[in-house]
């Protein structure tokens, strides 16, 4: 039994005392037709509604609707078609299942002659699950390395990330009121893909040229949004990291770059000033762009001034007597140090619930870790960055000769405090920060303070280790130093 529903044209329509006569012609259109079951249900209600029939009762055997009657009858079918494909997706959502999403809704680039084109909740979903398909964070490294499969892996992803944007940019038309939103989705799209490409540079991804287009893109899009709705915390976020974090490793024009930096900074104190303003409630949902915008800030000042150690091991050698340890190339020493500081203490107390001058003395690694819940930075980072910057700004002291011995010991016993602290902690669970990276720097506040033994143990370890190996030779080279300034000490 044929049981489609058919678009028909009628020629002709005969009435007689013995009954009816419709003459009609089918019309084929895409071979797409209704389920007969749904088409029958909404005619019913349609009916029913319009005062045609009462409920309980059977439909006529030939019912003659107007135009707008048959829009009614589609709208009516539609809704409960698509109801069901919302709780379809929706359970596909809870599993995270992009793949299945995609699977059901696929040509898509045909999606714009579907029953779904007009339905800005579906369209959102559907770019949503292909957005997170085009991830390349989830490629395996290994075909990265393979030049055809990288050039398929590669090829599929952008059709991905094209699909998606041709999504959103529908959702834009049709949901104008929440267009902020749509834009931000495309901005996260290029955004995110940028961060790919620049992880995982050693596989030759993309030309500077093409890293730029997707900067641009996700710039452009973030700051549309935000030209529509400037208190989107997560958008100004996004993009004070562009500037601050990607940018550099795109362009080496050092002037070029440190305007953008800057551009970042100012971004990310926007997300600080917002945050502030929120309620207890809506601060949760925006936490970790807060406390990454602090910890993000201070690293680049600190960043910024890092090669003053180089002049740091010249005087110690003998060779550098009167020059400044600190450049003033970009940043001036004293203010950037007093943000950096300013804002890595904010960020330590916003996450231990204690100001670290107050705590500083008897604060344990146990202490720390009994509050690891409450932490959007690795604690070992952030205490590593601490025990840096506490170490830096004693340099600064020494640098503008500063006589108060005991402002200069609270530094460097702060510093060290923040060293060990780190190196107590649950390493196991660390994913961004290598140890003997921090036992280096560790190395050498020992050697600043003339503990050239404690120095030599805490890097002994690495001597034949890393003797090969030229990512680790700036572990040998503090090594070598300490090893010579420990000499040099017995000969004196």
């Not at 996260?188 to 641009?216: C, G, M, P, V, W």
């Not at 601060?283 to 201070?298: A, D, P, T």
């Not at 050698?317 to 300013?342: M, R, V």
């Not at 890595?344 to 690891?372: A, P, R, S």
């Amino acid at each position: 039994m044929d049981s489609k529903v058919y678009s028909i044209i009628v020629n002709n329509i005969a009435i007689s005392t013995n009954g009816i006569s419709i003459r009609y012609n089918i019309v084929l259109k895409n071979e797409e037709y209704f389920n007969s079951t749904l088409f029958s249900k909404s005619l019913y209600y349609y009916l029913i509604s319009e005062g045609k029939i009462k409920k309980e009762e059977f439909m006529p055997n030939i019912i003659l609707l107007d135009n707008n009657g048959w829009l009614a009858v589609l709208n009516n079918m539609n809704k409960n078609d698509l109801k069901k494909d919302e709780d379809d997706i929706g359970s596909m959502f809870a599993q995270n299942n992009w793949e299945g999403i995609y699977n059901k809704f696929k040509p898509i680039e045909n999606i714009d002659r579907s029953k779904y084109w007009n339905n800005h909740e579906i369209l959102s979903m559907i770019g949503f699950a292909i957005s997170k398909l085009s991830y390349l964070s989830d490629a395996d490294k290994e075909c990265l390395n393979n030049i055809k499969k990288k050039e398929k892996i590669l090829k599929e992803k952008k059709k991905l990330r094209e699909e998606a944007e041709f999504i959103f940019k529908r959702c834009i038309e049709i949901d104008k009121e929440n267009k902020a939103r749509y834009l931000s989705n495309i901005a996260y799209i290029n955004y995110h893909y940028l961060q790919d490409a620049i992880n995982n540079r050693k596989f030759k991804l993309e030309s500077t040229e093409d890293l730029l287009t997707y900067f641009n893109k996700a710039e452009r899009y973030f700051k549309d949004a935000l030209k529509l709705d400037d208190t989107r915390i997560k958008e100004w976020y996004r993009l004070g990291y562009l500037m601050l974090e990607c940018y550099g490793k795109i362009v080496v024009d050092t002037d070029e770059v440190f305007k953008r930096q800057m551009e970042g900074i100012d971004y990310l104190r926007k997300v600080i000033n917002l945050w502030r303003e929120l309620s207890e409630d809506e601060k949760k949902r925006c936490k970790y762009e807060y406390i990454n915008s602090l910890y993000n800030i201070s690293k680049f000042y600190q960043e910024a001034l890092k090669s003053f150690w180089s002049n740091v091991k010249r005087r110690l050698q003998g060779n550098l007597l009167n020059t400044n340890l600190f450049s003033k190339n970009h940043i001036d020493p004293k203010q950037g140090l007093c943000y950096a500081k300013e804002y890595l203490e904010e960020c330590f107390k916003d996450q231990y619930e204690q100001d670290i001058n107050e705590v500083i003395d008897k604060i344990t690694h146990e202490d720390i870790m009994k509050t690891y819940d409450n932490w959007k930075i690795e604690a070992i980072d952030l205490l590593y960055r601490l025990g840096l910057l506490y170490f830096m700004i004693y340099w600064y002291l020494i640098d503008i000769n500063c006589k108060d011995i005991d402002k200069l010991n609270s530094y460097i016993n702060k510093s060290k405090k923040c060293y060990e602290l780190s190196l107590k902690l649950n390493w196991k669970e660390n994913k961004s920060m290598q140890r003997d990276f921090i036992e280096e720097r560790f190395a050498r506040l020992y050697i600043t303070i003339g503990q050239y033994d404690k120095a030599i143990n805490l890097l002994e370890k690495y001597r034949d280790k890393y003797k090969d190996k030229e990512s680790k030779k700036y572990i040998l080279d503090t090594l070598d130093l300490a090893v010579y300034l420990n000499i040099r000490k017995r000969v004196v």
